[in-house]
């Protein structure tokens, strides 16, 4: 076939599919990953530092995860889980957030997925409708590909260095009014840095007004997606992973 036929059979297959799927563009890290996997492959030294799963030579699991899992194996533990999560891992995450991060939750409340995109794509759609804004600092990670998925409008914050990358209060300040979805995600992926607990509470402060605000009006609330899936990687003296329950205990958060 030319060039021509290939073109023509590549138009012929993309109008066959929906607007959403022909609108989708691939993951920006796992482009540049094949990218360094290729350089690799042809013999260059490169410190990966894209895609963050661990080297088990250089990370092992842990030998007590990897006996309970050949022990569940063995039981015949290989049958689908219950949708929101095994029961009694539910019971430990609600038992560990409470002692380390003073958080006392329902097990009711605990949802376990395969990794954290399936909880942020279904925060996404959860409180979304089309066209509704969500508002998220750039650089950040995969919130452009959810706000497409859900046909929300972007609202993309750059953020600057003496602002340790994140989001300042007066940056959100002229969006607030608007806003339906509020993402921060601290330690935050790609910088590794972690939001400031002043700025953290001043934030969570202006979404208790602005929610007070829409309540009186009997408009739709403000919602805060904090995802803090790294919270347990932290370095340096002095560094404190902060929750918005922590710095803001207002419930109408």
């Not at 497409?148 to 609202?155: I, P």
Request: include cysteine.
């Amino acid at each position: 076939m030319d060039l021509d036929g290939k073109l023509g059979e590549t138009a012929r297959v993309d109008a066959s599919l929906s607007d959403l799927a022909r609108g989708v563009i691939g993951s920006e890290i796992l482009r540049i990953a094949a990218e360094i996997r290729a350089m690799k492959a042809k013999g260059a030294e490169i410190c990966n530092l894209t895609v963050g799963d661990f080297d088990p030579a250089q990370f092992p699991a842990p030998a007590a995860l990897l006996d309970g899992m050949r022990a569940a194996l063995a039981a015949g533990q290989t049958n689908y889980p219950p949708s929101d999560g095994v029961i009694g891992l539910r019971e430990a995450v609600a038992r560990y957030y409470s002692k380390h991060l003073g958080l006392s939750y329902p097990v009711e409340s605990v949802l376990i997925t395969g990794g954290a995109r399936p909880l942020l794509y279904g925060s996404y759609r959860t409180v979304l409708d089309p066209g509704d804004a969500a508002v998220y600092p750039v650089p950040s990670w995969n919130n452009n590909h959810y706000a497409y998925l859900c046909g929300a409008r972007a609202v993309e914050i750059p953020v600057r260095a003496d602002a340790n990358f994140f989001p300042t209060p007066d940056d959100l300040r002229p969006h607030i009014a608007m806003a339906r979805l509020i993402l921060i995600n601290s330690p935050l992926n790609p910088t590794g840095t972690v939001i400031d607990p002043d700025v953290l509470r001043k934030i969570c402060e202006m979404i208790v007004e602005e929610n007070r605000r829409r309540e009186r009006a009997g408009g739709k609330a403000a919602w805060l997606c904090y995802d803090q899936v790294y919270w347990q990687l932290l370095f340096g003296a002095g560094t404190h992973h902060a929750t918005p329950p922590e710095v803001c205990p207002d419930r109408t958060a």
